[in-house]
């Protein structure tokens, strides 16, 4: 079955950085565009990024542009998000996801890894 694996989570300070990693198995991952996403105790989850299945092409949230870049290694079929000055705003679940194409939704979900900020 499907599986993807977020890791990379934990706790850092304002300002700090983290690099989260998400391992994809049981798809075919070089086909499928993947995004990452996070949620905040109490609130909705939101978009934070996304990238095309060649990398070619990405979109990041306003809320983290100029900070955070997502990039992948389809021979590790592996997808990164890279989080510098970060800010506790920025603490929450932080889960990747996979979608055949970019209008379809996304099929694939990881169980998440906690992403903390102290100020």
């Known amino acids: 079955q499907v599986q993807l694996v977020e890791s990379g989570g934990g706790l850092v300070r304002a300002g700090g950085s983290l690099r989260l990693s998400c391992t994809a198995s049981?798809?075919?991952?070089?086909?499928?565009?993947m995004g990452w996403f996070r949620q905040a105790p109490g609130r909705e989850r939101e978009f934070v990024a996304t990238?095309?299945?060649?990398?070619?092409?990405?979109n990041l949230a306003d809320s983290v542009k100029g900070r955070f870049t997502i990039s992948r290694d389809n021979a590790k079929r592996t997808v990164y998000l890279q989080m510098s000055s970060m800010k506790p705003e920025d603490t929450a679940v932080y889960y990747c996801?996979?979608?055949?194409?970019?209008?379809?939704?996304?099929?694939?979900w990881g169980q998440g890894t906690q992403v903390t900020v102290s100020s």
């Open positions: 996801a996979a979608a055949k194409t970019p209008r379809s939704g996304y099929d694939f």
């Open positions: 990238i095309s299945w060649s990398g070619g092409d990405s």
């Open positions: 049981g798809l075919t991952f070089s086909t499928y565009h």
